[in-house]
């Protein structure tokens, strides 16, 4: 071991690749942690003008329906102290929304109608390192490894060389994945370091990491035969690089895209867009009924006499969320039924197995992105539940009211 | 000449190469402590029958056994007692002569100090200046020594040499000899491959002729003199001795 690390240290070639790795991991752990800071930045950013703002909105109202109306509320998905490691969804589902009390499914998917995918190969964050690249600089470690010496007219004297010689092969390759693991990991500990990462998650993606350039050793070793000219080595496992990486993973998605169509995002907006518009000309018998299905507890109140009432106009807004409801909820099962697929198909598909772990990791995952949407939901249902009353029995409105306010938990200090 | 049980005993061996034969029914004996030389044109099967007997080639048919061990079933018994040196022997050129002996012996498992390493660079006579330096700055003469020395500090009761003197000038070649022969005076055996017919007489206790896959002479030296060049040279070249 110690005579191949020794080896291992003068191989120009070898110690050059794994250089690379480290390069790439650390650009790639800066970049994510970057990122990381920037979106807490202006997460820390928009709260701070968030409250400044609803302070003096409220300061200028005259009732509950104009106060509701106009004052806006952060919800947010604040990163997760791994989130460095994995950008995940959070590059094509937003983490963000500032909502009020309207009709909420379009201000939930109106930031998707404006946000096309653009991660279609995915950001440079160590994930994609990871399982992207790595497996391509592990295939230029070891594709020569028992080729080249055979080329250089080595191989017969290596395998002759009586007791050592049977775990060469062996303790090389054990070496040389070591260190590109090392090289990949020790990056992603130290951003871990500084981001404040949990212990066990950071080994968990250690593990992880190193599993999965076990697999690709193993299908070095598997594929790669002595026998071969290195260059036909390499070919073969370039071919199989982009099979794992690329194809496979583009086939699978694609195979599931088609299998479970989604609603657009800009459907669900312009759906509940109609039917808020189309409200003002209904009878307003039409709405409120429509609103007492979900809301029996208001029926004494709910008569509507004036040409306008506040609670008639949120009450359509409510509708306006009922009547999304169907495309809203295929949707999201849609995207969660896609991401179960997905899971399974990762069982064949290694590459996406390794990114889909760390994206859970750092919960940048999809079902993390449902879950934000599922709270950002909650909250506006609180929302409704604390002004409703206000609105139903007339209250008069009062700024020190308001402070009673319910505030969106990010369920993480930023 | 004494009469020792054979280090190596091939019988009637048949080798294929991708799928063509290239052995057709070889036989000979190396006595224990005995130079054999395997002598024959390009293409004539020598490369191939080392390869064989270290295990790297399987025998179609008949047999070959070096030190009682069955080539084919007890390759790794046969390695651990046979030092070889391969046909166009590379060792590592961004490693130093001292580096490379130091990695392929202790692969090999074998205890090296660096008093013996010196030794056996100066009985191969490589320039002690040189022996720090990486080889991809040496000669083709100055590797040969290197990988010589490899398969000397071995340190193993057989040598197999695969055109052991290929690259070394005039010099060096009869120092190799001599080499070669104090080798046998230690009781070693050595197999070794070559085309280079004078030299094959000045060592040989034994020379086989081999002929695309046949053994066609076998000439042994007579009693305290060496095997006479002439004869071995007409039968090599096909011309009647004069
Ligand atoms: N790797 C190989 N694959 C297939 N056939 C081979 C291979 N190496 C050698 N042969 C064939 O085996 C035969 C014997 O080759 P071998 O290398 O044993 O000859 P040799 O006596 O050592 O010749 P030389 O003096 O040129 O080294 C030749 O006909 C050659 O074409
Ligand atoms: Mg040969």
Redesign the interface.
């Known amino acids: 071991m110690i005579?191949e690390l020794r080896?291992l240290l003068?191989?120009?070639a070898a110690m050059l690749w794994i250089a690379l790795a480290f390069i790439l991991s650390a650009t790639a752990v800066t970049l994510g942690l970057a990122e990381v800071r920037q979106q807490q930045a202006e997460l820390a950013e928009i709260d701070r003008l968030d409250r400044a703002d609803r302070a003096q909105v409220l300061s200028e109202q005259s009732d509950w329906g104009g106060a509701a109306y106009s004052t806006f509320h952060l919800t947010s998905d604040p990163p997760s102290d791994f989130a460095f490691a994995a950008l995940g969804q959070r590059d094509v589902s937003p983490w963000k929304h500032r909502i009020r009390m309207l009709a909420l499914e379009g201000q939930i998917y109106e930031t998707d109608a404006t946000n096309p995918d653009f991660a279609l190969t995915g950001r440079f964050d160590f994930a994609f390192v990871a399982a992207l690249i790595a497996p391509l600089l592990l295939i230029l470690l070891l594709f020569d490894l028992r080729s080249g010496e055979r080329a250089?007219?080595?191989l017969?004297?290596?395998?002759?060389?009586?007791?050592?010689?049977?775990r060469?092969w062996r303790t090389r390759t054990i070496l040389r994945v070591g260190g590109l693991a090392v090289a990949l990991i020790l990056p992603l500990w130290i951003g871990g370091a500084v981001a404040g990462t949990s212990v066990f998650t950071l080994l968990a993606a250690a593990l992880a990491v190193t599993l999965y350039l076990a697999f690709w050793a193993w299908l070095s070793r598997t594929a790669g035969s002595a026998a071969h000219t290195g260059s036909v080595n390499l070919t073969i496992l370039l071919g199989l690089w982009l099979l794992i990486c690329a194809v496979i993973p583009a086939m699978l998605t694609q195979a599931i895209d088609g299998a479970v169509p989604l609603p657009d995002g800009g459907d669900i907006v312009l759906t509940q867009r109609e039917a808020v518009n189309d409200a003002w000309d209904l009878p307003k018998d039409a709405t409120m009924s429509a609103f007492l299905d979900r809301h029996p507890e208001w029926e004494a109140q709910s008569g509507i006499d004036r040409p306008f009432e506040w609670k008639w106009y949120y009450a359509f807004q409510q509708v306006g969320d009922q009547t999304v409801e169907p495309l809203s909820r295929a949707y999201r099962e849609g995207r969660a039924e896609r991401d179960r697929l997905v899971g399974f198909a990762s069982l064949v598909s290694p590459a996406t197995a390794l990114q889909r772990g760390l994206e859970r990791l750092a919960e940048t995952d999809v079902r993390a992105s449902l879950a934000y949407e599922a709270r950002v939901r909650d909250y506006h249902a609180r929302l409704r539940a604390w002004h409703y009353p206000n609105l139903f029995e007339d209250r008069d409105f009062s700024v020190k009211d308001a402070d009673g306010l319910p505030a969106f938990d990010s369920g993480d200090a930023t | 000449m004494t009469i020792a049980a054979p280090a190596i005993v091939v019988d009637d061996l048949h080798v294929s190469r991708a799928g063509s034969p290239v052995l057709h029914g070889v036989s000979f004996e190396v006595p224990a402590g005995s130079v054999y030389a395997l002598l024959g044109g390009n293409g004539a099967g020598k490369s191939t029958t080392l390869?064989t007997l270290?295990g790297?080639l399987q025998p179609s048919g008949g047999s070959a056994r070096v030190l009682e061990h069955n080539v084919a079933a007890d390759t790794?018994a046969v390695?651990?007692s046979?030092a070889?040196l391969?046909?166009?022997?590379?060792?590592?050129p961004?490693?130093s002569a001292y580096?490379n002996l130091d990695?392929?012996l202790?692969?090999?498992?074998a205890g090296v100090d660096q008093g013996a390493v010196d030794a056996t660079l100066d009985r191969v006579a490589l320039q002690a200046e040189a022996r720090g330096r990486r080889m991809e700055t040496y000669s083709k003469g100055m590797r040969q020594k290197v990988a010589i020395a490899l398969a000397l500090l071995?340190d193993t009761p057989v040598l197999l040499l695969d055109e052991p003197t290929s690259g070394l000038d005039p010099v060096a070649i009869d120092e190799f000899n001599a080499l070669v022969r104090s080798l046998s005076d230690e009781g070693r055996t050595v197999l070794m491959v070559t085309h280079d017919v004078y030299g094959a007489c000045q060592v040989a206790d034994r020379i086989g002729l081999l002929r695309r896959g046949r053994m066609v002479g076998t000439f042994d030296a007579p009693e305290g003199a060496r095997i006479d060049t002439e004869t071995v040279h007409s039968a090599f070249t096909g011309r009647s001795a004069a």
Do not use: C, M, N
């Open positions: 005579r080896f003068r191989d120009r250089a007219g080595r017969e004297l290596i395998e002759a060389s009586g007791a050592g010689a049977k060469v | 390869l270290l790297f790794a390695r651990q046979v070889y391969p046909e166009a022997a590379t060792l590592y961004h490693l580096e990695y392929f202790d692969l090999a498992g071995r």
